[in-house]
């Protein structure tokens, strides 16, 4: 079974409102959790690291004001995409290490279609 | 680029052949790690080789790794129509806590 949830599995908002996506590790603490953004067809692009009970690490390009990440819990991470635009529009994924982040896979969850009209 | 760059980009076969897919880095690794993407869901953790192993097997799945050619490849034996996927590598690199993943391989098994 799924090791991380992620929620909302699809969502539909208007241009300038803000979504908040949820991530969850359901049998694990997840001191790290992976922020991931996908096109069509293309490969992920992380967007973020976010640490537990600390600042995220926003990668280069990436909106820090635009993308807020919050890591209040050791299973939970949330993002939330603020005013968003059409452009936001994207299939975003979670992901957290079972332990350290070295040397670890990943566990992914099933992602979130956001579509901005 | 820090991350792996598959090729083929786009592999089609059939049933019971078996696909080959390569990826290639570029600089000192902890690891190299194979995922699968079904369209519209997360990605799945297939297999792990660290970079002291030089092949590892998994089912169906054998993965060779050669750190001196910064390269790697995923060999999907007895293929079939449910392997169609995208496949990623995701070096591990050193120093850096997180993976990036390169634009994979869509495979498709034809029945």
């Given at each position: ?14 241009s300038g409102t803000s979504v908040k996506i ?13 922020w991931?953004r ?9 967007m973020a690291t976010s640490?537990?009970?600390?600042k995220a690490t926003y990668e280069q390009g990436v909106e820090k004001d635009k993308f807020l990440i919050n890591h ?6 949330t993002l939330t995409v603020t005013s968003a635009h059409?452009e936001d529009?994207?299939?975003y ?21 956001l579509?901005v009209? | ?111």
């Amino acid at each position: 079974g799924a090791v991380v949830s992620q929620h909302p599995s699809w969502v539909i908002c208007k241009s300038g409102t803000s979504v908040k996506i949820e991530c969850r590790s359901l049998d694990f603490q997840a001191t790290t959790m992976f922020w991931y953004r996908q096109f069509p067809k293309q490969s992920l692009m992380l967007m973020a690291t976010s640490n537990e009970g600390s600042k995220a690490t926003y990668e280069q390009g990436v909106e820090k004001d635009k993308f807020l990440i919050n890591h209040a819990s050791l299973t939970l991470s949330t993002l939330t995409v603020t005013s968003a635009h059409p452009e936001d529009s994207s299939f975003y994924i979670c992901s957290a290490p079972r332990g350290t982040v070295r040397n670890s896979p990943l566990h992914f969850g099933n992602g979130t279609r956001l579509t901005v009209t | 680029s820090q991350q792996g760059e598959e090729d083929p980009q786009a592999l089609s076969i059939q049933e019971g052949e078996n696909a080959t897919m390569n990826c290639s880095y570029k600089t000192s690794i902890n690891n190299l790690q194979w995922y699968r993407q079904n369209s519209g869901r997360g990605l799945v953790h297939l297999i792990l080789i660290r970079s002291n192993e030089r092949e590892k097997h998994s089912g169906r799945l054998r993965v060779t790794l050669d750190t001196s050619k910064k390269s790697s490849s995923l060999l999907i034996t007895a293929s079939r129509a449910a392997d169609t996927a995208s496949y990623f590598c995701a070096p591990e690199i050193q120093g850096a806590q997180k993976l990036v993943f390169g634009q994979g391989t869509r495979l498709t098994i034809n029945p």
